[in-house]
């Protein structure tokens, strides 16, 4: 399984992007689906995350700007991210639990320019 994140970039604060991690191969027994960030210098650290009920939760940090939703026939899961600030510059990486194993994708980055 490989989880391929895109969607990243530079934006001016107050703008929007939505990134998409695509999973390719088979993957079962899905528990979770996260995004995480790290910004230069910090620990990654936790953003969002969906359950296959659909349930959401958010950091406080994005709670009311940030969107994350998934399309199980595309095996991907999306992250919108509105009124970008500049505390929003960060690698973003999206991560799958399955009930047998943790895939993290590759980080696509976002600048947010003030």
């Known amino acids: 399984v490989q989880l391929q994140a895109s969607g990243g970039g530079l934006v001016q604060a107050g703008g929007s992007l939505r990134l998409s991690c695509a999973a390719s191969?088979?993957?079962?027994?899905?528990?979770?689906m996260y995004w995480y960030r790290q910004a230069p210098g910090k620990e990654r650290e936790w953003v969002a995350s969906?359950?296959?009920?659909?349930?959401?939760n958010y950091a406080d940090s994005v709670e009311g700007r940030f969107s994350i939703s998934r399309d199980r026939a595309k095996k991907t899961v999306y992250l919108q991210m509105n009124s970008l600030e500049p505390r929003d510059t960060a690698v973003y990486y999206c991560?799958?639990?399955?009930?047998?194993?943790?895939?993290w994708g590759h980080g696509t980055l976002v600048t947010v320019s003030s």
């Open positions: 191969g088979s993957i079962i027994g899905i528990k979770a």
């Open positions: 991560k799958i639990d399955t009930v047998y194993n943790s895939y």
């Open positions: 969906i359950i296959p009920n659909g349930n959401v």
